[in-house]
């Protein structure tokens, strides 16, 4: 198991950018998977973005060009990028790891909110 917390979020304006960072207690391989997911109130956890563990990319049509996701191994960290931000991006944002054996880790998630 791998514990991970997330940072970053907040408040923004509408188009604003936030960056979303989610460490790992341990290290993240290239062969894991690793993704965003986020619940608004009231609503189900749905897919931000993922990256399989066969290394497939899968965005939400929400997010397609607007957010990027990202890792960097030497810090075990995944990023979100998120631009053009809208009011209905709002939710809370949680970083899953998986891996081949059974591993499927989440974050305890962070707060972002679009309003003006």
């Known amino acids: 198991q791998v514990q991970l917390v997330e940072s970053g979020g907040g408040l923004v304006q509408p188009g604003g950018s936030l960056r979303l960072s989610c460490a790992a207690s341990g290290s993240i391989f290239s062969t894991d998977g690793v993704g965003w997911y986020r619940q608004a109130l009231g609503k189900q956890r749905e897919l931000v973005v993922r990256i399989t563990i066969g290394g497939s990319l899968d965005y939400a049509d929400s997010a397609k060009g607007r957010f990027t996701i990202s890792r960097d191994y030497a810090k075990n960290t995944v990023y979100l990028q998120m631009n053009s931000l809208k009011p209905e991006d709002t939710a809370v944002y949680y970083c899953?790891?998986?891996?081949?054996?059974?591993?499927?880790?989440w974050g305890q998630g962070t707060q972002v909110t679009v309003s003006s």
């Open positions: 899953n790891h998986r891996r081949a054996g059974g591993y499927n880790d």
